[in-house]
């Protein structure tokens, strides 16, 4: 029976080791119009720093982790009293089995769930940041400025006046 826990934990290990989420942001961003890179480089550390702390001071990795190990202990722990109230010694062993498999599958999901919550949010803040110290960040496109159509500048769905004078308004 130990054996068959070990191979379980082993596979499930394995299986996690395949998430990885980027330890920096995952946006691009550019130096502001009259910025050096230099201040472009000062301010990125200064905004990664910031989107780490703000965001609890766990990189999105370190959170997939800890959710990944989480749920494989509740998962042991929760299959070992249910095996042991089953069959005695013996199921509990094959319940715990049974708890680490299902649990490390379900822990690799919410921490895949929770890296990507954890990314998301340290991009948004580190697009702030970056922002604020007036560098280019992306936006999405239906929010981007638009140039304004000239005077002179007539779009190409749009047809052409009636030639001539308009006609005189009706009598009172």
């Known amino acids: 029976m130990k054996k068959s826990i070990w191979l379980g934990l082993c596979a499930c290990l394995a299986l996690s080791a395949c998430v990885s989420v980027p330890a920096g942001p995952s946006v691009l ?3 502001g119009t009259g910025r050096s890179f230099d201040e472009f480089r000062s301010d990125e550390m200064a905004c990664r720093a910031y989107a780490m ?15 990944a190990a989480t749920s494989a202990a509740v998962g042991t722990a ?5 095996g042991a109230a089953v069959g005695g010694h013996q199921g509990a062993a094959v ?3 049974a708890g680490l498999v299902v649990g490390s599958m379900a822990g ?3 921490g895949q769930q929770s890296a990507y919550g954890s990314q998301r949010q340290y991009d948004n803040l580190y697009i702030q940041c970056m922002y604020a110290k007036g560098h280019r960040v992306p936006v999405p496109a ?4 638009r140039s304004p159509v000239s ?3 007539t779009p190409a769905n749009i047809p052409p006046p009636p030639a001539g004078l308009p006609p005189a308004p009706p009598p009172r």
């Not at 702390?53 to 370190?62: I, K, T, V």
């Not at 929760?78 to 249910?82: D, L, N, P, Q, T």
């Open 29 to 31: 961003v550019l130096p």
């Open 53 to 67: 702390e703000q965001n609890g001071g766990a990189s999105a990795q370190q959170r997939s982790r800890e959710s």
């Open 78 to 82: 929760v299959g070992a009293v249910a």
């Open 95 to 97: 319940g715990a089995g």
């Open 108 to 110: 690799i999901d919410s």
């Open 142 to 145: 239906g929010m981007a400025a």
């Open 151 to 153: 005077a002179t500048t």
